[in-house]
């Protein structure tokens, strides 16, 4: 008759302790590691203070009412090239027809979730009443198009669409 001996280590005290110590360590680790990433990753906040956004709310307002009092028609091209570079014609007419000159139009393309990857536009007028922008680098995926026109000494055209660059 043979006998069986049990050879398992018993758990003692200082088994709990190292494993429990390991344990955490582990959690406390990939926590800090998912703080420190998201930290180095987040693009930052969209406004320095609620307050002050919310009191130029009633300007934007005003100065979409009239944008739309105004009638411009303003049509847009925008394409990328294989070079990686973006091309914007930007043809303006009044209420009209008939061609707006002399403005400074601006632009910029904007990522929907990272806004270190935004590319400013430089447009130019071309000619009557059409205008030329470049971007450098533009990476393919979603952009926000945002346009705006300025005269007078003041902001006259805004607008923001979503467009896809392949």
Not at 87 to 92: F, N, R, S, W
Request: charged share 20%.
């Amino acid at each position: 008759m043979t006998t069986k001996t049990n050879s398992a280590r018993p758990i003692t005290g200082r088994f709990v302790l190292i494993t429990t110590v390991c344990f955490f360590s582990v959690v406390i680790g990939v926590n800090l590691l998912m703080a420190r990433l998201a930290i180095a990753t987040l693009p930052g906040t969209e406004v320095d203070s609620a307050y002050s956004a919310s009191l130029a709310y009633e300007k934007e307002i005003q100065a979409a009412h009239e944008q739309n009092a105004r009638g411009w028609k303003v049509g847009v091209h925008l394409e990328r090239q294989p070079d990686g570079n973006a091309t914007l014609i930007l043809d303006a007419r009044d209420s009209a027809g008939a061609p707006l000159t002399g403005l400074v139009f601006s632009g910029q393309l904007e990522r929907p979730t990272d806004r270190r990857a935004d590319r400013p536009l430089h447009v130019v007028e071309d000619s009557r009443g059409s205008y030329r922008g470049t971007a450098q680098s533009v990476a393919p995926g979603q952009w926000d198009l945002v346009i705006q026109a300025d005269g007078e000494g003041k902001r006259l055209f805004l607008s923001h669409n979503r467009v896809v660059l392949n």
